[in-house]
T-cell receptor, first 113, second 114 residues
Framework: DAGITQSPRHKVTETGTPVTLRCHQTENHRYMYWYRQDPGHGLRLIHY???????DKGEVSDGYSVSRSKTEDFLLTLESATSSQTSVYFC????????????FGSGTRLTVV | KQEVTQIPAALSVPEGENLVLNCSFTDSAIYNLQWFRQDPGKGLTSLLL?????REQTSGRLNASLDKSSGRSTLYIAASQPGDSATYLCAVDAGGTSYGKLTFGQGTILTVHP
């Protein structure tokens, strides 16, 4: 989607290796989110950010960390990837949640082997 | 804990039919409810957002209603077209300390055949 890009789009990694996913926005929106999407579970919130250096945990945060040193970038790190973290990861941004809705990125498909 | 359920899980209709997708949520204390569309291999596209004080929202052939007290929302699609084929997701924002954090249903897979 225009204004939000995720990288990489696809990644295969080995169990135990660290992995970092990047979300980059050009909309200058304050709020950024990381979700994962799995069959049978739908989308679940991992972490979110409400400003530079301001982050908090979501529903399924174990095994993940995030950082936001600039408004435009929100990084999701899997410290030591496990097979249960194989998923599709979506980043979302919002200017004012609940008033203007959200814009989602196209997703990163991560496979941990 | 808020839970969101969507029924049916899948729906197949002929082109031109009007259809209704259902979404229910367990905690009626919501801030807003949103409907999204997801095409295969793609991200989510926001369709409609209904604030807790509203009863419905309309955009083109789409109409979403909200009955907060009963914990239900419906998405009505008029005169369906093959291009409407996608997965439709509803999500609720509980507000308060959960402001901005969405709880999603698992979606309804819609197929509209010519």
């Amino acid at each position: 989607d225009a204004g939000i890009t995720q990288s990489p789009r696809h990644k295969v990694t080995e169990t135990g290796t660290p992995v970092t996913l990047r979300c980059h926005q050009t909309e200058n929106h304050r709020y950024m989110y990381w979700y994962r999407q799995d069959p049978g579970h739908g989308l679940r919130l991992i972490h979110y950010s409400y400003g530079v250096k301001d982050t908090d945990k979501g529903e399924v945060s174990d095994g993940y960390s995030v950082s936001r040193s600039k408004t435009e970038d929100f990084l999701l790190t899997l410290e030591s990837a496990t097979s249960s973290q194989t998923s599709v990861y979506f980043c979302a941004i919002s200017e004012v949640p609940g008033r203007y809705g959200y814009t989602f990125g196209s997703g990163t498909r991560l496979t941990v082997v | 804990k808020q839970e969101v359920t969507q029924i049916p899980a899948a729906l197949s209709v002929p082109e031109g039919e009007n259809l209704v997708l259902n979404c229910s949520f367990t905690d009626s204390a919501i801030y807003n409810l949103q409907w999204f569309r997801q095409d295969p291999g793609k991200g989510l596209t926001s369709l409609l957002l209904i604030q807790s004080s509203q009863r419905e929202q309309t955009s083109g052939r789409l109409n979403a209603s909200l009955d907060k007290s009963s914990g239900r929302s419906t998405l009505y699609i008029a005169a369906s077209q093959p291009g409407d084929s996608a997965t439709y997701l509803c999500a609720v924002d509980a507000g308060g300390t959960s402001y901005g954090k969405l709880t999603f249903g698992q979606g309804t897979i819609l197929t509209v055949h010519p």
